[in-house]
């Protein structure tokens, strides 16, 4: 009764044992978003194990959630180590733990864990679902790592049993959870700016804030009480910092810091910017639709399914961004036929929780019979 209990999105009970190469260090967060949804995929299966990549400096320890759900740090000496820990820890995982083919498989997050699963799969012959999560044929998609990257994906993904974009099954989304979140501050009595900006976003170099930075600077020249307010944390913040003194944005643009609850700040701006040079999906941008906020964004995710205009505004120059970010400001009917009609969009694209699960299960049983002709 306790297995059954388990597998509430199908009928049929399943014994799969599942070795998930992640590099996401939430996943050993007890009680984060990305937690709690290891926990719900571990309901799909028989066992689930997750290899993180980490270091030792990151403290993090074996752990396990729910009641078949395990977490095995890779606690590298150096960042270049974490794949090739990750495979030893893989191959030791798939013996000691019997997987057997037809009843396993392995899924790894993006290129360096996919490049450990390829070598996993090698040595044991059990397929492996490499999941995509961002363009790598974005002609910004650059730097010498995404070089490296780029150099390794060809074969892995040539040798992938199965691939799962995100663009097209994205990660489920609570959007009643999103919907009915409380409003437990206003940003407009916190700061004192009668139009504010909001960015949640990862501070790293393709996110491309200062793009964000320079709009709000555009825009101030015409309407000096906006702001901007950035949600998130990265290696990006001392670049931004220093190109807000350049700009003379001081007391204009506001650093949140990550936020679990992000209700308030969705729910008590007046737009949403988006700049990033690429996106897997965009899971912000979906939030903040959901929470009725108007959306500006670069031509990235799933902003390429959405009309331009009636649902969003896509912009690729400052000036576009700013151009549109007045309009908002000046006519209060576009802000609301904006919001309302990504809002509509959204509801009715949005799988349901039981409905996304089932996918993810079907995705990983086909893939658990599957082997390709080089394995």
Request: hydrophobic residues 40%; charged residues 25%.
């Amino acid at each position: 009764m306790e297995r059954a209990g388990r597998r509430i999105y199908s009928n049929m009970e399943s014994d799969l044992k599942v070795l998930m190469i992640s590099s996401d260090r939430n996943v050993a967060t007890p009680g984060s978003p990305v937690s709690l949804r290891m926990e719900e995929y571990g309901k799909l299966v028989e066992e689930l194990h997750i290899v993180l990549l980490s270091d030792k400096s990151h403290g993090i320890k074996e752990v396990k959630l729910g009641e078949n759900v395990y977490i095995y740090p890779t606690n590298s000496a150096l960042n270049l180590l974490r794949p090739i820990d990750a495979v030893r820890i893989g191959k030791k995982l798939v013996f000691e733990k019997k997987f057997v083919r037809g009843k396993s498989l392995i899924t790894a997050q993006d290129m360096e864990c996919a490049w450990a699963g390829l070598k996993v799969k090698r040595k044991w012959r059990i397929p492996l679902e490499v999941q995509m999560h961002t363009d790598i044929s974005s002609p910004y998609f650059s730097g010498f790592q995404n070089k490296v990257r780029k150099f390794f994906a060809k074969n892995i993904l040539k040798n992938a049993d199965s691939v799962r974009d995100v663009r097209t099954l994205p990660i489920y989304v609570e959007k009643e959870k999103i919907e009915n979140a409380p409003v437990k501050f206003d940003l407009h009595t916190k700061y004192g700016w009668k139009f504010i900006m909001l960015t949640v976003s990862r501070l790293s170099p393709e996110k491309n804030l200062g793009l964000a930075l320079e709009v709000l600077s555009e825009v101030r020249k015409k309407y000096p009480e906006t702001g901007l307010v950035i949600v998130g944390s990265g290696p990006d913040e001392n670049r931004l910092k220093i190109l807000i003194k350049k700009l003379n944005l001081q007391g204009f643009v506001e650093f949140a810091g990550w936020q679990e609850e992000l209700g308030s700040f969705y729910k008590t701006s007046n737009a949403f910017i988006q700049t990033s040079a690429f996106e897997g999906y965009g899971l912000s941008l979906v939030e903040a639709g959901l929470s009725l906020l108007p959306v500006l964004t670069t031509a990235v995710g799933i902003a390429k399914e959405l009309q331009n205009g009636k649902d969003i505004y896509i912009c690729n120059t400052k000036e576009e961004f700013a151009q549109r970010i007045t309009e908002l400001i000046e006519d209060n009917s576009k802000r609301e036929n904006l919001k309302i009609n990504l809002k509509n969009y959204l509801e009715s694209k949005l799988l349901s929780k039981a409905d996304y699960m089932a996918q993810i299960k079907a995705n990983w049983e086909k893939t658990a019979n599957l082997l390709t002709s080089n394995s």
